[in-house]
């Protein structure tokens, strides 16, 4: 091996000026910024005049041009009392960096057209009482940032916004159960807390003590299906549930239900307020157990919601 190729790489592994070698392609050519400012000097005459067109000091453009030269091992630009022209290697770089500009502009003008298409659309999945109670405030502070973005909602229990998600049908998730489902990152947005609930015509109504979880247990109840945030929540905290008296697939039909009279319910104090306060339901007391749960933003792990989803997390949080 000669003793030129034996010093190709020199100690730090940069090379000679302007000797190609390995490594990563960003070290060895100059960046947009560079390349812009050369073609505003070959295009004004001027370092100064190309400096005040890209909001540098001239001292700023100066030492950005040495640094190019610097890189790339050749004299770009020569620089007198009457302004600043190209050297023969400073013309020939400008050429080929006019096409490394039209082509990093193509690129910008892609990218944008990419993100456009994105924020154009928002598809969210969330469980029912997120769906019934708070989505509707959040989506409407969404419209008042984001006008022109088009909202689709898919209500269904817990499992279901999970499948969902990892199937690509939503953006961002809002479930209600106990753990996180799998293949999902999630954030906690909001605390809830389950209690029970009856008709004032039913005997818990006008129970002297608090229920036992035992009791509770052991009562048919009307409850969501399997699969909602609520029956996970009720299950793990209970040990197990006796058969539903009835089994409904929406927090208001279950809520209908007990109102009418069918049977006692187990309901997010967020889905309960106004029939609480109307009397048309009451709330009994729970010995022994608290039926508290998280309410969380969920995503596929790895992949952070971006633009309008993004947008939607954080007035999740306001």
Known sequence: MSSRSGRGGGEDGQGEPGRHTAGSLSHRVPDLGALELLLAVARLGSLGGAARELGVTQPAASSRIRSMERQLGVALVDRSPRGSRLTDAGALVTDWARRIVEAAEAFDAGAQALRDRRDSRLRVAASMTIAEYLLPGWLVALRRQLPDTAVSLLAGNSAAVAERLLADEADLGFVEGVSVPAGLDSAVIAHDRLIVVAAPSHPWARRRRPLTAQELAATPLI??????????????????????????????????????????????ELAVGEELTTRRLVSVPLADVTLARDLRAVWPTGHRPTGPARQLLSLTRG
């Open 223 to 268: 409850l969501r299906e399997e699969g909602s945030g609520t029956r996970q929540v009720l299950d793990a905290a209970l040990g197990g549930l006796a058969r539903p008296l009835i089994e409904l697939s929406s927090t208001t039909a279950v809520k209908a239900a007990a109102v009418g009279g069918a049977g006692p319910s187990v309901l997010s």
